[in-house]
């Protein structure tokens, strides 16, 4: 009913920037809150930044200042804009959507992951 797709991640290097995107699509009624996640090799996946419906933003401090999540209602996408990367940013990156969907006449909650894009910086 619902699908998110990932794209713009890619192979950069040190100071380089990256913007990355998910868009959703189906059966939407209301996208609430959207996180965007990172995990690296060997480690636990860590939340690195967050949008709410109403436009309010928080950031991971390992990436504060540097990246900017946004989000296009209308597109239903958010980006996340990552400046001044660093060696230490590179892992996969996951959007996190809760949303309403329609199904059977109704509306109901759901929370959908992207398939995940990789980030690599290196010099």
């Known amino acids: 009913q619902v699908q998110l797709v990932e794209s713009g991640g890619g192979l950069v290097q040190p100071g380089e920037s990256l913007r990355l995107s998910c868009a959703a699509s189906?059966?939407?009624?209301?996208?609430?809150?959207i996180y965007w996640y990172r995990q690296a090799p060997g480690k636990e996946r860590e939340l690195v930044a967050i949008i709410t419906s109403g436009g309010s933003t928080n950031y991971a401090d390992s990436v504060k200042g540097r990246f900017i999540i946004s989000r296009d209602n209308a597109k239903s996408t958010v980006y996340l804009q990552m400046n001044s990367l660093k060696v230490e940013d590179t892992a996969v990156y996951y959007c996190h959507v809760e949303l309403l969907y329609w199904s059977g006449g109704f509306t109901h909650p759901g929370d959908y992951w992207g398939q995940g894009t990789q980030v690599t910086v290196s010099s």
């Open positions: 189906g059966s939407i009624s209301r996208i609430n809150n």
